[in-house]
């Protein structure tokens, strides 16, 4: 089976250049939840430089709390939150000579449009504004509203699984303002990776560049995905 590995990066974590040749995606932030024009360059570089596929990663204007605290957002808001985001990292893209092939939603906004309807059209306006939207694939959360929705237009959906953060039996994300929201065990994480893969049926997994131990748990997910036969490839 495909697996890709993705990562967020261009926040100024520090980790891209340590990930950057262990994933086969990247998730590039397009400057509003975190990181600067530099930041993602740089990260754009980096992704051209060891071949791995770029995806826009746009969220909330929140950097006191890195785009993870849900706002309440009118659908044309985030229509134009978008519309900017992804209008932004595509002109740094373009500059950098790399191509944009998917888009993926960050933080609270990920939550938000894989729940709600009203944010997850917003969000896709969004998309067709820019892309092609019969082609440009998007990755969100298996069984959402926003997995609905793209399939429903006819676009690509992805569904991404998370090694770092720990779920609820509805299959949504312990929320970060609990204390057991994130995984710190490399074992635990690799059984995680494990179980999504077998019985959540995912196509690419997510390390957060800003999780503590991201580097050893990206190593560590790569061998055993390798040694149970995956081939890791970027899904775009």
Same mark, same amino acid.
């Given at each position: 089976?495909?697996i890709?590995l993705?990562?967020?990066l261009g926040?100024g974590?520090?980790t891209?250049?340590?990930?950057m040749?262990?994933?086969?995606?990247?998730?590039?932030?397009? =400057? /509003?939840?975190?990181g600067?024009?530099?930041? #993602?360059?740089?990260?754009?570089?980096l992704?051209? &430089?060891?071949? +791995?596929?770029?995806?826009?990663?746009?969220?909330?204007?929140?950097?006191?709390?890195?785009?993870?605290?849900?706002l309440?957002f009118e659908?044309?808001?985030?229509?134009?939150?978008?519309?900017q985001?992804?209008?932004?990292?595509?002109?740094?893209?373009?500059?950098?000579?790399v191509?944009?092939?998917?888009?993926?939603?960050?933080?609270?906004?990920?939550?938000q449009?894989?729940?709600?309807?009203s944010?997850a059209?917003?969000?896709?306006?969004a998309v067709? =504004? /820019?892309f092609?939207?019969?082609?440009?694939? #998007?990755?969100?959360?298996p069984g959402?509203?926003? &997995?609905?929705l +793209?399939?429903?237009c006819?676009?690509?959906?992805?569904p991404?699984?998370f090694?770092?953060?720990?779920y609820?039996p509805?299959g949504?994300?312990v929320?970060?303002?609990e204390?057991?929201?994130?995984?710190?065990?490399v074992k635990?994480?690799?059984?995680?990776?494990?179980w999504?893969?077998?019985e959540k049926?995912?196509?690419?997994?997510c390390?957060?560049?800003?999780t503590?131990g991201?580097?050893?748990?990206?190593?560590?997910?790569?061998?055993a995905?390798?040694?149970?036969g995956?081939?890791?490839k970027a899904?775009?």
């Open positions: 089976m495909l890709d993705n990562a967020d926040e974590a520090g891209d250049a340590d990930l040749p262990l994933i086969t995606s990247a998730n590039i932030s397009c =400057g /509003f939840h975190a600067d024009a530099e930041t #993602v360059i740089r990260a754009l570089e992704a051209g &430089h060891n071949g +791995v596929c770029v995806g826009a990663h746009p969220g909330y204007l929140d950097r006191e709390h890195s785009g993870r605290r849900e309440p659908r044309d808001h985030i229509l134009f939150l978008g519309l985001q992804l209008g932004a990292l595509r002109a740094l893209a373009d500059w950098i000579n191509p944009v092939n998917y888009v993926k939603p960050h933080g609270a906004l990920y939550h449009v894989c729940r709600d309807g944010y059209e917003g969000f896709m306006h067709y =504004g /820019f092609d939207p019969k082609r440009l694939p #998007v990755v969100g959360l959402s509203v926003l &997995h609905s +793209v399939e429903k006819g676009t690509p959906f992805i991404e699984g090694a770092d953060r720990r609820r509805d949504t994300l929320p970060r303002t204390s057991n929201a994130i995984l710190h065990d635990e994480v690799v059984e995680q990776v494990e999504l893969v077998r049926g995912v196509r690419t997994i390390v957060h560049g800003d503590p991201a580097v050893d748990f990206v190593r560590a997910v790569r061998v995905l390798l040694e149970a995956h081939e890791l899904f775009a």
